[in-house]
């Protein structure tokens, strides 16, 4: 696989219509080996996967990181599963620290030790063949000045940038509840503070909007369609950030998913459900159904196993 072409982010042309691309995540698999994961997707009829870079999984700072990469390349294309590497991962740089070290960091060696995890990410992706590499924020430690943590974002993220520039493969930063990043407002105020770089995109988390964000979810993506790089979807309720199972929270998903075709976005639209592992294969079953119920009629309906995905 080669990397996905990187879009312009400021095209005004009428997007067109796309068929929707839906994945699971495997933060929401830790209790299956990747092997075994994937070959579930697949069976099931998902067209890719969100990858988490774990220790469970594809362990990204494990010896023989490029073999093991290779050997999953192989595997997503036997599969025709196509791939967005994520970050999200919760102790994989600091047992002790949840997320920790965080782009924001006061330490500098903190933050590069975050920044370098993103730069494997992006090597990673670009042998994946992976459209995107996820990232977030951070939370800023108390008593950080706005100023001081939004430089500390920006001058983390700026090689990362640079370097999925070069790799081809876009950097799409995820709004993050309780992050200095936490809506998409707060995107675009990075975006522009960056000089709005070609390989800087977005990722959407659908039960974020519902959380917070002033839109509703079909709104927030009509909203950041020229910039959707990676979309994330689950179930959640107004002012409560817990991911949900569909159907246990507030969001009307048919006008959602309408509107995400509409944009023409042509990523991977990523069940995310890390908190229900223990039920991982029933529930990548039922979310695969529902959303299926759930999609547009006609032309945009799932691809099924298009590798185009």
């Known amino acids: ?15 067109t219509p796309a068929p929707l691309c839906l994945g699971y995540g495997t933060n929401g698999l830790t209790d299956l080996r990747l092997d075994d994961a994937l070959a579930l997707l697949a069976d099931l009829g998902y067209d890719g996967v969100g990858l988490t870079l774990d220790h469970m999984h594809l362990d990204p700072l494990a010896p023989g990181l490029a073999a093991r990469t290779g050997h999953v390349a192989r595997g997503l294309a036997r599969l025709g599963l196509g791939v967005t590497v994520e970050t999200g991962a919760r102790y994989v740089l600091d047992p002790r620290r949840k997320h920790g070290p965080s782009l924001l960091d006061p330490d500098p060696e903190d933050r590069a030790a975050r920044a370098g995890l993103l730069l494997t990410a992006v090597r990673v992706a670009a042998d ?14 108390a008593a950080t000045p706005p100023g001081t943590a939004w ?28 992050h200095l990043l936490s809506t998409l407002a707060d995107f675009h105020h990075l975006r522009r503070a960056l000089g709005d770089p070609s390989a800087l995109g977005l990722t959407l988390d659908i039960g974020h909007c519902q959380c917070l964000e002033p839109s509703s979810p079909a709104d927030c993506v009509r909203e950041a369609g020229p910039w959707l790089r990676h ?14 199972p569909f159907g246990e929270g507030e969001i009307d998903f048919p006008p959602v998913l309408e509107a995400l ?21 029933d529930l990548a079953a039922r979310s695969l159904d ?20």
């Open 231 to 244: 979309v994330q979807i689950e179930d959640m309720r107004r002012g409560v950030h817990e991911h949900l």
């Open 261 to 281: 075709a509409a944009t023409g976005y042509q990523g991977l639209t990523v069940v995310e459900l890390p908190r229900h592992s223990h039920a991982g294969p």
């Open 290 to 309: 529902f959303l299926r119920t759930a999609l547009p009629t006609g032309p945009l309906l799932p691809a099924g196993g298009d590798t185009r995905c």
């Open 151 to 178: 430089q500390r974002l920006t001058e983390s993220l700026a090689p990362v940038i640079d370097a999925a520039a070069t790799a081809g493969v876009p950097l799409a930063v995820e709004p993050e509840p309780g």
């Open 1 to 15: 696989m080669s990397p996905t072409p990187l879009p312009t982010s400021t095209s005004l042309a009428t997007p």
């Open 128 to 141: 994946l063949g992976a459209h995107a590499v996820h990232c977030f924020s951070g939370v800023p430690p």
